[in-house]
């Protein structure tokens, strides 16, 4: 007999159907829960569970577009005081150059004068 039959042999009489030992059911309902579980708590769960995945998809939804609320805000922020920078850096120059046309003036006018 090769190693294949015996194999063949040794699981067919290992898979065969015997009895129980005796009190095997006993033992087994003994370990269960003596109410049997409602069907309440998985009706309640079916329900709430699509409302609570609705509920994550829509926190999720309100934070994606006040992130990017939030952006647009800040970039608008950023976009004004670099305006407003310019400007200031304008009103320096402008200014500088305003003295500058004043003292060519108040010279050429003392020139005049004398």
């Known amino acids: 007999m090769?190693?294949?039959e015996e194999l063949?042999?040794?699981?067919?009489?290992?898979?065969?159907?015997r009895e129980a030992p005796a009190?095997?059911?006993?033992?087994?309902?003994?370990?269960?829960p003596q109410t049997p579980p409602s069907a309440i708590p998985q009706t309640t769960q079916r329900f709430w569970l699509p409302a609570l995945r609705w509920t994550a998809a829509a926190l999720a939804l309100m934070g994606i577009a006040g992130g990017g609320y939030w952006e647009h805000q800040r970039r608008e922020r950023i976009a004004g005081e670099r305006a407003r920078g310019q400007v200031i850096l304008a009103l320096h120059i402008s200014a500088a150059t305003l003295h500058d046309v004043l003292h060519k003036v108040v010279k050429d006018a003392?020139?005049?004068?004398e």
């Open 110 to 113: 003392k020139g005049d004068a």
């Open 2 to 4: 090769d190693e294949h």
């Open 8 to 17: 063949q042999r040794l699981l067919h009489r290992e898979l065969q159907a």
């Open 23 to 32: 009190g095997f059911s006993a033992r087994v309902m003994a370990l269960l």
